[in-house]
């Protein structure tokens, strides 16, 4: 009897104890802190931990990077444009401590300095030199989000571009004007080639004049390279003819040929 009574207590103590007990489990992505009575006293690693519920609390925090994206914002360039631009970012947790201790939520305080961030660059900038230099405008937040989100216990990794939006009519005018100008660069190529191929001319030209010879010259080149031309050729008098190995002396008739000498 004493024993069942001594065994009874036991599991009854037990239950109470494992009542007042908490489990939590941290994965290798995760960190964890615990707070005792509300005082930070430390970080955990992976594993599980027991904790008294009654004065004890563990957060769990997620290591890996999360995306996070500040929607369309419509603000007015320098000049006076609607722009609409959105962006994304991604960030991770490096210091957890400091990330409760610096804001009452870190990735809302993020949010808003990005926020704030993309509209200053984008109202400090014309419609024209924002549109050129659209490349640089995610580098440059980039590099003014990082010291705020180290602040914030965070790294902030990548900052980028989605969408930049101009008004419908502003948009077919600036359609128009890359049209122009290119047209305007086609027109340029046209007119170079032009001046190439008439100064070419001038050069021919200057050149039968000095030896009007060539102008026939060219006339046969062009002819031969005609399929099924032939071309008949007077041959001066006078002017020794080739044929069969033997030649004509001027002074014998058209219809004599010399046949060679007897040995």
């Given at each position: 009897?004493?024993?069942?009574?001594?065994?009874?207590?036991a599991v009854l103590v037990g239950i109470a104890v494992r009542s007042r007990?908490?489990?939590?489990?941290?994965h290798?992505?995760?960190?964890?802190l615990r707070f005792v009575r509300g005082a930070a006293r430390g970080e955990l690693g992976t594993g599980r931990h027991w904790y008294l519920?009654?004065?004890?609390?563990i957060r769990t925090f997620d290591l890996r990077p999360t995306q996070l994206t500040v929607n369309g914002q419509e603000v007015?360039?320098?000049d006076g444009v609607a722009v609409k631009v959105s962006l994304s970012a991604s960030y991770r947790v490096a210091a957890p401590l400091t990330a409760v201790l610096s804001a009452a939520d870190y990735t809302a305080a993020l949010y808003a300095e990005l926020q704030q961030a993309l509209r200053a660059a984008v109202s400090s900038s014309d419609i024209e030199a924002l549109l050129a230099n659209r490349a640089?405008?995610?580098p440059g937040m980039l590099a003014h989000g990082q010291p705020v989100a180290e602040r914030l216990g965070l790294v902030l990794e990548q900052?980028?571009?989605r969408d930049l939006t101009l008004p419908g009519e502003l948009k077919k005018l600036f359609t128009q004007v890359v049209k122009a100008r290119q047209d305007g660069l086609a027109a340029l190529e046209r007119a170079r080639g032009e001046t190439a191929a008439l100064r070419n001319l001038a050069n021919a030209a200057g050149m039968v004049e000095r030896n009007p010879r060539l102008l026939e010259l060219r006339a046969l080149q062009v002819a031969s390279q005609q399929p099924g031309t032939t071309l008949v050729l007077g041959v001066p008098g006078g002017v020794p003819f080739a044929g069969r190995g033997h030649a004509r002396a001027p002074s014998e008739s058209p219809g004599t040929v010399d046949s060679?000498?007897?040995?």
């Open positions: 009897m004493p024993y069942l009574m001594a065994a009874l207590v007990l908490g489990v939590v489990t941290i290798d992505y995760e960190r964890g519920r009654h004065s004890t609390s007015l360039s320098k640089d405008l995610a900052v980028a571009i060679g000498s007897e040995a």
